[in-house]
């Protein structure tokens, strides 16, 4: 196989997955990478159980933006009783979220935790066209 071949075949896989395991420092260091979300986006979840040992995450992000947003991922972080995260994924939200409108996600595979965090990790808005906004 060829070195073109093989980078190629591992961007197949990268862009694939629909959610990635964040390190330990990169989630404990960082809870986005977009500071100020809060002023575009607003959050609703809840942690369900699944399986014995592992959490799920659903809810659903809701934009105060006007514009349309895409991509879009959500971290969430498992949390022991000291703060300290103990594991972490981020989501990708199909179709990211219309201008104002809502969209539902999921991150799964979480451990069982003292509690949960679930930010924005980040987004782009679009115009109208479709160009990313600078």
Not at 10 to 37: E, K, N
Not at 96 to 107: H, P, T
Not at 113 to 127: C, G, I, K, Q
Request: aromatic residues 8%; proline residues 4%.
């Amino acid at each position: 196989m060829s070195l073109a071949g093989l980078a190629l075949g591992l961007i197949v896989v990268v862009a694939g997955a629909s959610c990635v395991t964040v390190g330990r420092d990169a989630a404990a260091s960082a809870s986005t990478l977009m500071a100020g979300w809060e002023t575009h986006f607003k959050l609703d979840w809840a942690v369900e159980p699944e399986g014995a040992n592992a959490r799920v995450v659903r809810g659903y992000i809701a934009s105060l933006h006007g514009q349309h947003a895409e991509p879009v991922r959500i971290l969430a972080r498992a949390l022991d009783g000291s703060g300290v995260v103990v594991g972490s994924r981020i989501a990708w939200i199909p179709g990211g979220v219309s201008g104002l409108g809502r969209a539902y996600f999921e991150v799964p595979h979480l451990p069982a935790a003292d509690h949960y965090a679930v930010s924005v990790w980040d987004y782009t808005f679009l115009e109208s066209d479709g160009r990313a906004l600078r």
